[in-house]
C-alpha cells in the first residue's frame, strides 16, 4: 500500500513535471564555436575514440582518409578567400552568423570535415531541421564551381536491416548517408547560401536528395549506393534508422569530389528536434580581452611606451580592471597619445599567433587625432608586436622591448 502510494506520487510529480516541459516549450539556443571550444585530443592527429570529441557539444577537425582527428585541417576565419582580414565580397561577403565562420582548404587530396560526434542515436525521424552555409569562392573553386561542402553522417538503418556482409557487425558501422548540394539545388558562386538538408527546395517536403557510400541501400528499398533517395522515402523504408550511436560521425566535408585547391567556408549549422534547435556558429574569437604593457624601441630613438586595455565579455573576470583604452608615448618623437573612444574592436586568431585590432579617436599632445592600433600575442617565447597608426602622421611599429602582449 505505501509503495503504491509513492507511486502514485510519483507519476503525479512525472505528470506536473512533463506540463511543465510542455508549457516552457522547445529549448532553442546558439552556441558559439571557436578555435578554443574544438575537441582537445592531445597533439594532433588523434584516434577518434579520444574521450574529449565525444563529451559535450564538441566539434573539431577530421582527416577522412587516415580517420583520425586532426584540428590543424581547418581554421576559423574572418574573411572568405582572399587577403584577410577583409571580406572580399563586400557586403554579400558577410557570413549568416557572427562575424567568421569555418574555412577548410582541400589540398594533397585530404579529405577534411569540420564534424561532431553529438548526435549519435537520435532517430531521423525525430529530426526537424538540418541546416547548414556555405560560401563558395569562384576564385579558390577554379576546377569545378558546382562543388560544395557536403554533409555526411554514420547511419545505422535499425535492428536487422543491415546485414552481412554489407554491414560487417549488427550494430556497427553502417556506412554514411550523404547530403550534397549540387544534387539538391545550384551553388553560386561568391556568396553565402544556406542548405536544407531535410526539405531541399522546397519547404515542408522532406524532399532533399540523399546517397549511400556503401555500394547498396539495404532492403526493403534496395539499390545502387548512388542512387539518390529523398529523405521522406528513407524515413518511410529504414523508420528505426538513427545517427549510429558510439562512433556518430556528422561532418561537413570539403572536396567533393577531391582535386586539389578549393577552399570553401562553412557555417550556421542547425539541428533541430521537437526539444528545441541548436544553431552553432563557428567563428575565430569568442569573449576574448585583451591587455599590453611595456617597451618598444621609439620612433627615433630612446624607449616608447605601450599601454592599452580591451574587456572581454561582460561577466568574464580577467584580472584587468580598466576601461579600454590606449596609450603611446614615444618622447623621442614628440608623441603622447591617449585613446578618448574605442569605436570597435577586432580579434583574429591565425598560426597559433592572437591579434587585436582597436580603432578609435583620441589625442595627441592635446590634438584630436584617429588611430589604429593592432597588437599580437606571439605566445610566451617571442615578444608581442604593436602598431600604432595615428591620422596625423606618426606611425610605430615593432616588438616589445620588456612587457608583454596578453590576448585570451
Ligand atoms: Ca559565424
Redesign the pocket.
Known amino acids: 500500500m505505501k509503495r503504491f502510494a509513492l507511486l502514485v506520487v510519483a507519476i503525479a510529480l512525472c505528470a506536473v513535471a512533463g506540463l511543465a516541459r510542455a508549457a516552457s516549450g522547445p529549448y532553442n539556443a546558439t552556441i558559439v564555436v571557436t578555435p578554443n571550444d574544438l575537441a582537445r585530443c592531445g597533439p594532433p592527429p588523434a584516434a577518434p575514440s579520444c574521450g574529449a570529441a565525444h563529451s559535450d557539444r564538441k566539434w573539431f577537425f577530421y582527416d577522412d582518409v587516415k580517420d583520425l582527428i586532426d584540428n590543424t585541417m581547418g581554421s576559423f576565419v574572418i574573411c572568405q578567400y582572399g587577403a584577410c582580414p577583409y571580406y572580399d565580397g563586400g557586403t554579400v561577403g558577410k557570413?549568416?552568423?557572427?562575424?567568421?565562420?569555418a574555412q577548410i582548404s582541400t589540398v594533397l587530396n585530404r579529405r577534411p570535415n569540420l564534424a561532431t560526434y553529438q548526435f549519435g542515436g537520435i532517430k531521423l525521424a525525430s529530426i526537424t531541421t538540418l541546416r547548414y552555409s556555405t560560401y563558395n569562392p569562384l576564385a579558390g573553386n577554379k576546377t569545378d564551381p558546382t562543388r560544395s561542402g557536403y554533409l555526411h553522417f554514420n547511419v545505422d538503418f535499425g535492428p536487422g536491416v543491415c546485414t552481412f556482409p554489407l554491414c560487417a557487425s549488427a550494430g556497427g558501422y553502417q556506412h554514411r548517408l550523404v547530403f550534397v548540394p549540387r544534387q539538391n539545388g545550384t551553388v553560386i558562386q561568391d556568396s553565402w547560401q544556406e542548405w536544407d538538408a531535410i526539405d531541399g527546395l522546397v519547404p515542408s517536403s522532406q524532399a532533399s536528395m540523399w546517397t549511400f557510400s556503401g555500394p547498396n541501400w539495404p532492403a526493403p528499398c534496395a539499390a545502387l549506393g548512388p542512387t539518390p533517395k529523398f529523405w521522406f522515402q528513407i524515413l518511410a523504408c529504414y523508420p528505426n534508422s538513427r545517427i549510429l550511436p558510439g562512433d556518430s560521425f556528422l561532418g561537413i566535408r570539403v572536396g567533393e569530389p577531391y582535386p586539389d585547391g578549393y577552399t570553401e567556408n562553412i557555417?550556421?549549422f542547425k539541428f533541430g528536434t521537437a526539444a528545441g534547435t541548436i544553431t552553432f556558429?563557428?567563428?575565430p574569437y569568442g569573449c576574448s580581452s585583451a591587455h599590453g604593457d611595456g617597451e618598444m624601441n621609439g620612433k627615433h630613438g630612446g624607449d616608447a611606451h605601450v599601454h592599452f586595455n580591451k574587456n572581454g565579455c561582460a561577466g568574464k573576470d580577467d584580472g584587468v580592471d580598466e576601461p579600454d583604452n590606449v596609450q603611446h608615448s614615444d618622447p623621442g618623437s614628440g608623441t603622447d597619445f591617449k585613446s578618448t573612444a574605442i569605436t570597435s574592436a577586432a580579434f583574429a586568431v591565425d598560426e597559433g599567433r592572437q591579434t587585436v585590432t582597436m580603432v578609435g579617436t583620441g589625442v595627441n599632445n592635446g590634438l584630436p587625432v584617429g588611430f589604429t592600433m593592432i597588437a599580437v600575442d606571439n605566445g610566451d617565447l617571442v615578444p608581442g608586436v604593436f602598431t600604432l597608426v595615428l591620422t596625423d602622421g606618426y606611425s610605430i611599429t615593432g616588438s616589445l622591448t620588456n612587457g608583454a602582449i596578453v590576448i585570451q
Open positions: 557570413p549568416p552568423l557572427g562575424v567568421g565562420s557555417d550556421a556558429d563557428f567563428e
